[in-house]
Every structure is written in C-alpha cells, then in structure tokens.
C-alpha cells in the first residue's frame, strides 16, 4: 500500500503544479487582453482628438462649443494650460 500511497501523492503534486501554471497562464492572458483594450482605447481617444481638433480648424466646427466643453470637462490645472484655460477657482 505504500506504494500506491506515494503514487497518489506524486500525482496529486503534479495535478497541483499543473493547476497554478494553468492559473498563471490564464491570469497572464487576462493581463495581455486588459493591456490591449487600454491601448485600443488610448488610440480611440487620440483618433476623436484628431478629427475634432481637423474640423476646428477647417471651420467646421465652433472653436468656442469645443474650449466651452474642455472648461467643463477639465479640472486638472496641467490639462486646463494644455488648452490654456484658466485654472478652476
């Protein structure tokens, strides 16, 4: 029986090792996925950026409706002097 005893043993190990690599492989996966979906989503926020601040500039759009929306939107006093806002008071 001792034997059997130890076989089980090894086996339940490796059945363990198995597992936390399987886990450390989908956490990685989920690592990558949540990397990608910030990176689309920073490439989908400058692309906006980039044709609204095109259609300010062919008069397309009201200059004065987009720096009423930056005022609002921004609070940061470094984001506010990007646009040259005043700072929030």
Do not use: C, H, Y
Request: proline residues 3%.
């Amino acid at each position: 029986m001792p034997k059997l005893d130890q076989q089980i043993e090894t086996l339940q190990e490796k059945l363990k090792a198995l597992k936390t690599r399987q886990s450390a492989i989908e956490n990685r996966k989920r690592a990558i996925s949540a990397q990608r979906e910030r990176k689309a989503d920073t490439r989908r926020k400058i692309l906006i950026g980039a044709v609204v601040m095109a259609k300010v500039e062919q008069k397309v759009m009201d200059e004065k409706l987009l720096r009423k929306w930056l005022d609002e939107a921004l609070s940061r006093a470094d984001d506010r002097s990007l646009f040259e806002l005043p700072p929030e008071g």
